[in-house]
């Protein structure tokens, strides 16, 4: 990841964590999934169902992949 696509995923992420979904590539979110699975950026395992549900509720229509 260069220098601009981490300012922009640091950005995104903090959008999507205020419960605002831009628009963004699959690779995002699927780095940020993996950060939730993982235990970073919750603050609890609730916490980081919500947050992957989120991600899945506001993207899946988006992103057929997800």
Do not use: H
Request: aromatic content about 16%; hydrophobic content about 40%; charged content about 25%.
């Amino acid at each position: 990841m260069d220098k601009r696509q981490l300012a922009w995923y640091l950005y995104w992420r903090a959008e999507v964590r205020q419960c605002r979904f831009p628009d963004t590539g699959l690779d995002y979110v699927t780095l940020y999934a993996t950060e939730l699975i993982n235990g970073f950026g919750m603050s609890s395992v609730v916490d980081g169902y919500e947050q992957l549900m989120g991600l899945w509720l506001n993207y899946r229509d988006r992103m057929p992949p997800l």
